[in-house]
């Protein structure tokens, strides 16, 4: 991958953020005085555990590498970091600390790592560097025990040039044009630019980065937004489909930023028509009929968009205040869970996809040899076919017998066992039963056929 | 033990110059087989579209006859905590690869990761990334965590083309020597809305019913109802002709055997056809959102359908 072939073996090649090298080598060189620990902030691929790694070298420090791969509950932090942090250095062996990802120590089941975590970095011996997308997930207590640098997204240009260096070394063969759109497409992430010249391969053409380019940021809302205001039409509402939010989140984004865009009258009617778009939330949520959620979708933004005044003027947009995450709906009865289970397994779905082969198996299922069939491909055993189909499912479990005997047939005269023979005169008799039903199949075919359908 | 598998299944592409409709996407896919090597992959969109497919036959190339020891599929969506990651996909990233220079995750259904999870992830798609590479799907890719995106080259399967979804109903027909009306595999391809799974299953579930495929027996097993009839039905009741349409809704809920939730779905689609103003289309949205939700609370089909007309009648 190109991304490892080409890491930075030197400052010098680090691309973007020189100003903040020499920040850091002074808190390096002079550490003991200030702060213990160092955390930089900044989004991804902007070169943070790059920096650190490059630095370590450079300066020949061994360094000690935590991640949020690895537990990081107050135990594992003791063990790993405290240890280092507290040993003192001797002679010619000179440490850093590198925790990774340090907005990202969790609750629970890194416990009493935030804690512990702020111990180690008031009594460390050794200096620890933190790193982190978010400023604000790092906790205030931590933030204000280390000393901050702020990486910035990297400009465009600044990728292109690293870009332009790595395509003539590999003799990858691409326009100029190209690479800068790949460039400003990663919006900053050297990293994610890399990796789109990766794999768009050796030669590429005008065009091609659009396969590989699409990642999402906020910056999509902020424009739906914008003409959401703006455009005075109902067909803002397609705006929105690209915008990967679910509406609940959307009515919140919406609720936060109408009284920006509108006053008087248009907000009244903006108001109502949310309001509404609430209900139809509040509803979908209550009868778990998620179909319903795009009668909000659509009034929350087209509708919105079509009670405005249609003016286009600069509005400054920010995201909900909250976000109440959604309860997740509550399991269904275990049988249908291990129904679908079996389907999913079969299938390479998960249940909830499994769940649109039903009304398939079902139809089937009217079929007792057809139903019998797929049956034992999904390996149901009786009480899962019952469940599916409670009308036919004798008529399939004796189907699978059928074909559970057609083999056997052969060995007929071999040690026929006595058991076997209670259980075949068992089958005899939900024969008869079966065959007294027979003349009614086709009208009963009819019948249940939607009612199998509706089921699910 | 005799079975017989969904056709899903049963006609899976297992290679990838197999897979129809997805020309630049296995391009790209086929770089990766002739190098020997790939990149992190993130494949984004809607269910049904190939993106299992797509996964599976990667690895089949790439991997020959080791496919199987090389390659773990894990649902992200039925086991979703942290840690999934940090043991079971952790457990497989670290052993070595067989035959081969690295191993590929398929995480399906990445999206429903927790953000924990997700986070655990992306540093671990890096630690063993020498010889571990993941192919994570989505829904949307939104809900999958910026670094991570950083991490991936990422791809965007869109609904299927109907003229891809076509050839593939055509080709299971002929295999199964089914009798493929050219009515019934347009509406297959019209229920599927680009999703494979669906046009497929609608074709297996159709053939267990009728011996021959058309249009009326896919859109009973479906049953939606045709788009014409239920357009014209709102134009009708926008029109003014209460009684006429009123006709139109007998003959799909009693003749036809349509339930109100399928007419209603249609409706709402056709809403955005229709020749009224904006205003107009958002009243009508709302009342059809209002039936919608009367009819799941158990109303009456036909009374709120006509009360919906005769609203739609008076605007």
């Known amino acids: ?456 | 033990m005799e079975f017989e598998k969904p056709w899903t299944e049963k006609y899976r592409p297992q290679k990838l110059d197999d897979i129809v409709g997805r020309d630049p996407i296995i391009r790209r896919l086929k770089s990766y087989v002739d190098k020997k090597s790939m990149p992190h992959l993130l494949f984004a969109g809607p269910p049904g579209v190939g993106k299992t497919t797509a996964a599976i036959a990667l690895a089949k190339e790439i991997f020959g006859d080791y496919w199987k020891q090389n390659f773990q599929e894990t649902n992200a969506s039925d086991e979703r905590g942290i840690n999934v990651v940090r043991e079971k996909i952790k457990d497989f990233a670290r052993t070595k690869p067989i035959g081969g220079d690295f191993k590929i995750i398929f995480l399906d259904e990445s999206d429903a990761l927790t953000s924990d999870a997700q986070n655990a992830l992306r540093r671990t798609m890096e630690v063993y990334t020498s010889t571990c590479r993941f192919i994570l799907s989505c829904n949307y890719s939104s809900r999958i965590i910026d670094p991570i995106q950083s991490r991936c080259a990422i791809f965007r399967f869109g609904p299927l083309s109907t003229d891809a979804v076509k050839i593939m109903i055509k080709k299971i027909a002929e295999a199964e020597k089914i009798d493929l009306k050219e009515d019934g595999l347009n509406a297959i391809a019209y229920v599927s809305e680009g999703d494979m799974r669906k046009a497929i299953n609608a074709l297996q579930a159709s053939s267990g019913i009728g011996d021959s495929i058309t249009e009326s027996l896919v859109y009973q097993v479906t049953s939606r109802a045709k788009p014409e009839e239920i357009k014209n039905m709102m134009k009708v009741a926008l029109s003014g002709d209460f009684l006429s349409a009123r006709k139109i809704l007998q003959s799909l809920l009693l003749e036809q055997g349509l339930s109100g939730e399928d007419i209603i779905m249609q409706m709402h689609r056709e809403t955005f056809n229709l020749e009224v103003s904006d205003k107009e289309k958002v009243r009508i949205v709302d009342m059809i959102g209002e039936a919608d939700f009367r009819l799941v609370q158990g109303a009456n089909e036909f009374i709120q359908l006509e009360y919906l007309l005769a609203n739609l009648s008076s605007g």
């Open chain 1, 1 to 456: 991958m190109l991304v490892e072939k080409y890491f930075p073996k030197s400052f010098s090649e680090i691309k973007g953020q020189q100003a903040l090298v020499k920040d850091i080598l002074a808190w390096i060189n002079t550490w003991g005085n200030e702060k213990r620990a160092l955390l930089i902030y900044g989004p991804p691929g902007s070169g943070k555990t790059t920096m650190v790694k490059v630095l370590s070298k450079e300066l020949g420090y061994d360094l000690i590498e935590l991640n949020a791969s690895d537990k990081r509950d107050q135990e594992a932090l003791n063990r790993i970091v405290g240890n280092a942090a507290s040993s003192k250095t001797l002679f010619g062996y000179k440490k850093i600390i590198l925790l990774d990802e340090a907005d990202n120590i969790h609750g629970k089941e890194d416990y009493g790592g935030a804690k512990a975590l702020l111990e180690i970095i008031k009594n460390t011996q050794n200096p620890i560097i933190l790193t982190a997308n978010s400023y604000w997930e790092v906790s205030q207590a931590i933030r204000d025990n280390c000393k901050l640098v702020q990486f910035k997204r990297l400009q465009a240009r600044t990728v292109f040039a690293r870009l332009k260096e790595i395509a003539q070394a590999e003799e990858i063969k691409v326009d100029d044009e190209t690479l800068m759109r790949i460039a400003e497409q990663s919006s900053g992430d050297l990293r994610a630019a890399i990796n789109d010249l990766d794999s768009l391969g050796n030669k590429i053409e005008k065009g091609d980065e659009k396969i590989v380019g699409y990642r999402d940021t906020e910056k999509s809302i902020f424009d739906a937004l914008a003409k959401l205001y703006t455009s005075k039409s109902i067909d803002v509402r397609k705006e929105f489909f690209d915008v990967d939010k679910k509406p609940d989140e959307l009515l919140l984004w919406i609720e936060e930023n109408t009284p920006k865009a509108y006053n008087g009258k248009e907000l009244l009617e903006a108001e109502a028509l949310i309001s509404r778009a609430d209900i139809y939330l509040n509803r979908a949520f209550n009868t778990r009929n998620y179909s319903m959620w795009k009668y909000a979708s659509d009034l929350m933004t087209g509708g919105v968009s079509v009670v405005g005044k249609g003016e286009s003027r600069y509005i400054s947009f920010s995201p909900p205040r909250y976000f109440q995450v959604l309860g997740s709906s509550k399991s269904n009865r275990e049988k249908r869970k291990i129904i679908l289970e079996k389907i999913g397994k079969k299938c390479h779905c998960s249940k909830k996809v499994a769940r649109s082969y039903l009304p398939m198996i079902s139809i089937l299922f009217l079929n007792p040899k057809k139903g019998a069939l797929i049956s034992n491909f999904f390996e149901f055993d009786l009480e899962e076919i019952k469940f599916i189909d409670e009308k036919n499912y004798k008529k399939i479990e004796f189907a699978r017998e059928e074909l559970l005997k057609e083999p056997e047939k052969k060995e007929e005269n071999e040690v026929p066992i006595v058991e076997f023979k209670k259980e075949s005169t068992k089958k005899d008799k939900s024969f008869e039963e079966i065959k007294e039903e027979d003349p009614n199949k086709k009208e009963e075919k009819q019948n249940c056929q939607q009612k199998t359908l509706f089921d699910f």
